[in-house]
């Protein structure tokens, strides 16, 4: 089955800063990638994602970048700020029937 | 933050119990999941149901139980055979069971055995 692995487990930048926080897949069927915000208390949120078929989706502040050949994808926020404070969880998944597999999250703490 | 309701939000049981988490969405989605979340362990799936009368084990369903009688709800049952019970529970809905269908949590249920 599919394994995710995050990297790092915590992040601490300045505010203005830009945050990269990296995932590895093992599965070369997996096709769709989704990064879901988890602030504190409160319940995780998707914030974007990125099928195989592209390389690079942005939205704003945020950007996720593929990389099929080496089964690796990353979340890119630029110009930090203290609301970006929050767990990170990057996912993978086939989009067929398959559920999702989560990495093991990344804390990111925006230091003002 | 509506469509998907847990109850209760803290739970406390003692060793040997059973308890039933609930997990209620009205937001007509056919799939939903329970997961657990512990400290540096990311989000674990233990069972989903992708219809009505239908749900498959996920990757730590030893110890838990589940059933799917009605679309809007998916309670999960912790067993006495559960191990190590004491966790943060979330329950998620998707209008269907393919990946890119974004995942609704709900708030979560803390459960602690004593």
């Known amino acids: 089955g599919e394994n995710v692995e995050q990297h790092p487990s915590t992040l601490s930048v300045q505010e203005g800063d830009s945050a990269v926080i990296k995932c590895t897949y093992s599965d070369s069927a997996s096709n769709y990638f989704p990064w879901y915000k988890q602030e504190l208390g409160k319940r995780p949120q998707l914030i974007i994602d990125i099928r195989s078929n592209v390389g690079e989706k942005k939205d704003q502040r945020i950007a996720v970048t593929l990389n099929k050949t080496a089964k690796h994808f990353s979340l890119h926020i630029t110009e930090t700020q203290p609301e970006d404070s929050a767990v990170y969880f990057c996912a993978a998944a086939y989009s067929g029937n398959t559920p999702l597999v989560f990495g093991k999250g990344t804390r990111l703490s925006v230091i003002a | ?114």
């Not at chain 2, 469509?3 to 308890?19: A, D, H, W």
């Not at chain 2, 149901?49 to 912790?78: C, H, M, W």
């Not at chain 2, 190590?84 to 803390?110: K, M, W």
Request: some cysteine; overall charge neutral.
């Open chain 2, 1 to 114: 933050d509506g469509g998907i309701t847990q109850s209760p939000k803290y739970l406390f049981r003692k060793e040997g119990q059973n308890v039933t988490l609930s997990c209620e969405q009205n937001l007509n989605h056919d799939a939903m999941y329970w997961y657990r979340q512990d400290p540096g362990q990311g989000l674990r799936l233990i069972y989903y149901s992708q219809i009505v009368n239908d749900f498959q084990k996920g990757d730590i369903a030893e110890g838990y139980s589940v059933s799917r009688e009605k679309k809007e709800s998916f309670p999960l049952t912790v067993t006495s055979a559960q191990k190590n019970p004491t966790a943060f529970y979330l329950c998620a809905s998707s209008a269907g069971l393919a990946a890119y269908n974004e995942q609704f949590f709900g708030p979560g249920t803390r459960l602690t055995v004593l």
